[in-house]
């Protein structure tokens, strides 16, 4: 809690220090926490970046759908 950060507009003192990890004393824990963080990070970029992608040129509406194949003949009955 010693350490200054310039650029907070308020006192250091009232903001904790959320990623110090000082409780987990274990490597896995913490490595197992800093996985989960940057997974987290990960998603909420990702979700971002497809909110954020621009629309495609067609409309769903107006796309259909053609086959290759030769129909098939069916007996009806």
């Given at each position: 809690?010693?350490?200054k950060y310039?650029w907070?507009?308020?006192?250091?003192?009232?903001v904790p220090?959320?990623?110090?990890f000082?409780?987990p004393k274990?490597?896995?824990?913490?490595a197992?926490?800093f996985?989960?963080?940057l997974?987290?990070?990960?998603?909420?970029?990702?979700t971002?970046i497809?909110?954020?992608?621009?629309?495609t040129?067609s409309?769903?509406?107006?796309?259909n759908?053609t086959?290759?194949?030769a129909?098939i003949?069916?007996p009806?009955?």
């Open positions: 809690m010693n350490r310039p907070l507009p308020v006192d250091e003192r009232l220090d959320i990623l110090s000082k409780y274990s490597f896995w824990v913490r197992a926490l996985i989960e963080m997974f987290a990070v990960l998603a909420v970029v990702g971002l497809l909110t954020l992608l621009p629309r040129a409309n769903p509406s107006g796309v759908a086959s290759t194949q129909p003949a069916t009806y009955r």
